[in-house]
């Protein structure tokens, strides 16, 4: 149980695209899920974190123009990344707490290498 | 001072010795603790969780968590090179949605 998926595990895009990453609770169903990046030998940064059905509550110093996170229902959560730069050139992962459970687990998706080239 | 320090290693073991990672944190708030494995390019995948002070076993795993001196650790038995991986502690304070992650520790079980 307790599975995460996300799509595409790697994306290549040239600089000014949109590129959209999704994110998926297979087995249980999410209310929270949370957008994180991270740079090689570098722990998780926390973007944002994503609650159905409302507005995307994100992190100091990340632009909500340039990240657009929609979470529509309770398995999906999408990030789009606007405009890609080489700099968004990052390893990206959501993760789902099961709304059936009442803790702080956090279940992560395999990842989305996006390459902005 | 960081809510969570956790040294980055990079720790080399022999196969079958016991492998120790710890945690140290700062926020007496912190109620539930984490251990995740990630291989390389792979998302973290839950190891252990835990909400009390004490030890808690699944296999070769054991977590240990000391609240009155705010320090976590991980040890696995038996260590295997498949076991090499990077390591990360997260706590929460329950209800905050938010998980405070330690740095890695990457280790590598030698055959």
């Known amino acids: 149980g307790a599975v995460v998926s996300q799509h595409p595990s790697w994306v290549i895009c040239k600089s000014g695209t949109s590129v959209k990453i999704e994110c998926r609770s297979l087995d249980f169903q999410a209310t929270t899920m949370f957008w994180y990046r991270q740079f090689p030998k570098q722990s998780l940064m926390l973007m944002a974190t994503s609650n159905e059905g409302s507005k995307a509550t994100y992190e100091q110093g990340v632009e909500k123009d340039k990240f657009l996170i929609n979470h529509a229902s309770l398995t999906l959560s999408t990030l789009t990344v606007t405009s890609a730069h080489p700099e968004d050139s990052s390893f990206y992962i959501c993760s789902a707490r099961d709304l059936e459970l009442y803790t702080d687990e956090q279940y992560f998706g395999p990842g989305t290498r996006l390459t902005v080239t | 001072q960081k809510e969570v320090e956790q040294d980055p290693g990079p720790l080399s073991v022999p196969e079958g010795a016991i492998v120790s990672l710890n945690c140290t944190y700062s926020?007496?708030?912190?109620?539930?603790f984490m251990w995740y494995r990630q291989y390389s390019r792979k998302g973290p995948e839950l190891l252990m969780y835990t909400y009390s002070s004490g030890n808690k076993e699944d296999g070769r795993f054991t977590a240990q968590v000391d609240k009155s001196s705010k320090y976590i650790s991980l040890f696995i038995r038996d260590s295997q090179p498949s076991d090499s991986a990077t390591y990360l502690c997260a706590m929460s304070n329950y209800g905050n949605n938010r998980l405070a992650f330690g740095k890695g520790n990457q280790v590598v079980v030698i055959p």
């Open positions: 926020n007496s708030a912190f109620q539930y």
